[in-house]
């Protein structure tokens, strides 16, 4: 498995100059920390609910450390929150995190209805691309078909435009979740077999299993999620 990771940074700037990703500007203590899925049956009141109790850090503490591949070798090492904009929601959310005894780095449990680096859940990007691309609506109604009738335009063409670049490469990873469309462009295909196999789904699929990100990641994180830059040895903190 590849070991991309540094969960917490923001990513680049919208075209019209917004921080993109409003999601996770709070670095986790100890430096960068690798996120992995922590798989939600609930809705996000349900998340919102059930995260505080200290059984879940027993509940979501993974088995073996995706870093070092040691087992049971983690601490509940509290939370971060980041923002996440979903359906009649805008707020912040806590994600829990664990220390590794051994490698000494942290592993964070990220819900999987949000996406790494960005602030609008799977629910609200996926609605906004399958009305713009698929049903072929304008950006207004395809933001209101989102139930963000008044995000600003530019913030629709980001994802289409991400969207867009990863298309091809949805579409051949994930005949291993859906059966082959035969749509004449990529754009639909991807679409199409996303809206069979299950948006939430299909990403816990490609983060989980191919550190994939639905929309591809951002610049300084290509090509898995890793920093060109990240140094492979573990810190020093
Ligand atoms: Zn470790």
Not at 84 to 98: A, K, M
Not at 171 to 181: I, Q, R, W
């Amino acid at each position: 498995m590849v070991v991309g990771f540094r969960g917490d940074t923001p990513e680049g700037v919208e075209p019209s100059g917004a921080k993109a990703n409003h999601g996770s500007y709070q670095l986790p203590e100890g430096g960068p920390s690798m996120q992995i899925l922590q798989r939600t049956l609930g809705s996000l009141q349900q998340y919102l609910c059930d995260i505080k109790e200290s059984s879940t850090a027993d509940r979501y503490r993974p088995d073996r450390c995706p870093l070092c591949q040691a087992r049971c070798c983690f601490l509940a090492h509290g939370f971060y929150y980041r923002t996440v904009v979903h359906v009649e929601f805008d707020g912040s959310i806590p994600v829990r995190r664990y220390l590794c005894r051994l490698c000494r780095r942290t592993v964070s449990r990220l819900p999987d209805f949000v996406l790494p680096y960005l602030r609008h859940s799977i629910v609200i990007i996926s609605l906004f691309l399958a009305s713009r691309l698929l049903a072929a609506r304008s950006l207004r109604e395809a933001a209101q078909a989102a139930f963000q009738p008044n995000m600003p335009y530019q913030r629709g063409q980001f994802w289409v435009r991400r969207f867009r670049q990863q298309a091809a490469g949805l579409c051949a990873v994930l005949v291993s979740l859906t059966a082959v469309v035969t749509a004449t462009d990529f754009v639909t295909r991807a679409l199409q077999m996303l809206q069979a196999s299950g948006w939430i789904a299909a990403h816990r699929f490609l983060f989980g299993e191919l550190r994939m990100h639905l929309l591809g990641w951002p610049r300084f994180l290509i090509p898995s999620g890793a920093p060109i830059s990240f140094p492979s040895r573990a810190p020093s903190s």
